[in-house]
């Protein structure tokens, strides 16, 4: 089993940075890509961001470009998902996930093998 345990979300304000890590342990795979989603209430997860094995490729949805970033610690087993100028609208639950198919590259879809429990993310105006 591969467990994902993300962590770094709560209450901020509007214009408030957070740093949220997603953390890989148990039998991870050698290997894996890594996706960040996220779900508002009432909305269908999204995914916000995604980051290749080797971290030289990534995705970033166009209505957040230049305000979430995407990276990963492969020695630590860690992806990292930094989000700037928060917005009101950025409340969800924010979620990782990891897929043992490295080689496609970038995975920018629902279908990955392995998902994190979440951490919420409230953005008061």
């Known amino acids: 089993q591969v467990q994902l345990v993300e962590s770094g979300g709560g209450l901020v304000q509007a214009g408030d940075s957070l740093s949220l890590s997603c953390v890989a342990s148990?039998?991870?795979?050698?290997?894996?890509?890594v996706g960040w989603f996220r779900q508002a209430p009432g909305k269908e997860r999204e995914i916000v961001a995604a980051?290749?094995?080797?971290?030289?490729?990534?995705y970033v949805r166009d209505s957040v470009k230049g305000r979430f970033f995407i990276s990963r610690d492969n020695a630590k087993n860690t992806a990292y998902l930094v989000i700037n100028s928060l917005k009101p609208e950025d409340t969800a639950v924010y979620f990782c996930?990891?897929?043992?198919?490295?080689?496609?590259?970038?995975?920018?879809?629902?279908?990955?093998?392995?998902w994190g429990q979440g951490t919420q993310v409230t953005v008061s105006s």
């Open positions: 996930a990891a897929d043992q198919r490295w080689w496609l590259g970038l995975i920018i879809e629902d279908g990955y093998s392995y």
């Open positions: 148990g039998r991870t795979p050698d290997r894996y890509a």
């Open positions: 980051i290749s094995w080797r971290g030289d490729n990534t």
